[in-house]
Structure formats: C-alpha cells, structure tokens
C-alpha cells in the first residue's frame, strides 16, 4: 500500500485517480503531478515500486502545498476574516451560508437541524 503524506491510497485504483484521495490534491494537479513524475496515469496503484513511490512523494510533498499544510492555511484564512470582523467573518461565526445564499428556507447544512420556535398568541 502507497503512502504519500499520511493518506494511504486506495491499490486496485489508477494511480491518477488514486492522487486525488490527498486533501488538496485533484484531477488536474494530479494529472501535472503525473507529468513531472513520468510514470504512467494508467499504472495501478499496487504494481507501484518503491522507487516511483518516492518520486511521486518528493515531487507533491516540495512542489505542492497539500494535506496538513493546506488545511491549516485554509483555517487561517477563515480565522483572520473572523477576526477583522467583515460580513463573510461574521457569517462564519454565526454557521450561516457565507455566499449569499437565501436562509429563509434551506441552508441547513450550515444551520443545523430545525430548531422549534414557538408560535405567537393573538
């Protein structure tokens, strides 16, 4: 089994398609990761070498941020809208859609599940 930054990658898959298993990583960069590495996309994983695994590891670990590194760039960037406070920070803060979409109805992947409000008396 192919390990290339903490993610194992699936063996009875293509090597291209394999790639895109790795946070940030999908089918065009995995296609240019295939170019610079020389193998062939075609090849399955767990006919692999080690030898062209470690080529394909330097290659996406140097020349690409993915996985860990990613991640927390991309919290950092939600973080410092948080915290200057724009619209997009604050809907952030509050878990609601942040690219205006409509809340008066759906948007409950970001709200959450219903929550009963009372009805008024007349």
């Known amino acids: ?3 290339i930054a903490g993610v194992d990658l699936p063996n009875n898959k293509r090597i291209e398609v394999a790639l895109t298993y790795i946070y940030g990583i999908g089918p065009t960069l995995a296609h240019k990761i295939m170019q610079d590495s020389g193998l062939d ?3 399955r994983v767990f006919k692999l070498t ?3 695994i470690a080529r394909l590891r330097t290659i996406s670990e140097k020349n690409y941020k993915i ?3 990613m991640r927390t760039e991309f919290s950092m960037n939600v973080k410092r809208l948080i915290d200057i406070g724009c619209y997009r920070g604050l809907r952030h803060r509050k878990g609601l859609p942040v690219r205006g979409q409509r809340t008066r109805t759906n948007a409950r992947t970001r709200k959450g ?4 409000v ?3 008396k007349k």
């Open 1 to 3: 089994m192919a390990r």
């Open 41 to 43: 996309p075609d090849v």
């Open 50 to 52: 080690d030898e062209e």
């Open 67 to 69: 996985e860990g590194e």
């Open 113 to 116: 599940k219903r929550k009963t």
């Open 118 to 120: 009372a009805g008024k």
